[in-house]
């Protein structure tokens, strides 16, 4: 009898991207991020709505390979955008 690959596991966890690319920034760049991202939020999603904030991070995720902006600090800006989403909701 063979014994199925997933035998002995116990769940898994579960790994939100965003939160982990925050958490791993240093103090110092996580809070530049939050202020950008807020900033971002007031001039793009003026109302503050938790869905508004959630496109914008989206809308700046799907279009970071146009930006000159760079990748990897748009994709933490999302990430942020995102977190500010979350505590909006």
């Known amino acids: 009898m063979t014994q199925s690959p ?3 596991l116990r ?3 579960v790994v939100d991207f965003d939160e982990a690319l ?7 760049e996580l809070r530049e991020l939050m ?5 971002v939020a007031h001039a793009f999603a003026p109302r503050g709505q938790a869905r508004e904030i959630a496109q914008l ?7 970071v390979r146009e930006l000159d902006y760079g990748r990897a600090r ?9 977190r500010l989403a979350r505590l909006a909701a």
């Open 57 to 63: 991070a989206d809308r700046l995720q799907s279009g």
């Open 35 to 39: 202020t950008e991202a807020d900033l």
């Open 74 to 82: 748009a994709r933490r800006l999302a990430a942020a955008l995102k």
């Open 11 to 13: 769940g898994a966890d």
């Open 22 to 28: 925050l958490d791993s920034c240093p103090v110092q």
């Open 6 to 8: 997933n035998a002995g």
